[in-house]
């Protein structure tokens, strides 16, 4: 009997768990929906109220959406450094769009300084994570870039690969 009882408290725990998570999903959806639909009226004010929304439950497309909006001015005052903070968050969650605009920011120097071996490291990263133009640029910097500094870039690549 009481083999039962745990096991239906596991089952029960379990299932609960579960909900959390899936629950937890459909609200970032939601609410980067929501955004888009905010972002589609011209109301960038609510819209990135709901994408930093969804970017705390973990959704990388909503983080980079408030990054570009820092980034031109769109419901709040434009910032760059604040936006490559967003991107970056957006690049920790595996968004391969935020990580390409940050080899754009780094390539350059935009709002944070010029910055090759890391434009090419974040392409590179973007690459890999499949974004098809990513290369073009990475070649394109690989002319103007001293050898050491790429092999210190191809370096960064690797060890960041895991953890963008």
């Known amino acids: 009997m009481l083999k039962n009882i745990g096991l239906i408290l596991s089952i029960i725990i379990f299932g609960i768990t579960l909900f959390a998570v899936d629950s ?56 760059s450094q604040t936006a490559v903070r967003w991107y970056k968050k957006a ?33 590179g990263l973007a690459e890999r994570m499949g974004n098809k133009i990513a290369h073009a640029r990475m070649d394109a910097l690989e002319k103007n870039m001293d050898k050491r500094d790429i092999v210190k870039s191809l370096k960064l690549i690797e060890e960041s690969f895991g953890k963008p």
Do not use: C
Not at 25 to 42: C, M
Not at 59 to 71: E, I, L, N, P, R
């Open 91 to 123: 690049a920790s969650q595996r968004y391969h769009p935020a990580m390409y605009q940050l080899g754009v920011v780094y390539a350059s120097g935009r709002g944070i300084g010029q910055d090759s071996v890391q434009a090419y490291m974040w392409f």
């Open 24 to 79: 937890t999903a459909r609200n970032a959806e939601d609410a980067y929906f929501r955004g888009n639909h905010f972002w589609s009226l011209k109301d960038y004010r609510n819209a990135i109220k709901w994408y930093s929304r969804a970017s705390k439950a973990g959704y990388g497309a909503a983080s980079y959406k408030v990054g570009m909006m820092h980034s031109r001015g769109l419901g709040t005052a434009v910032n």
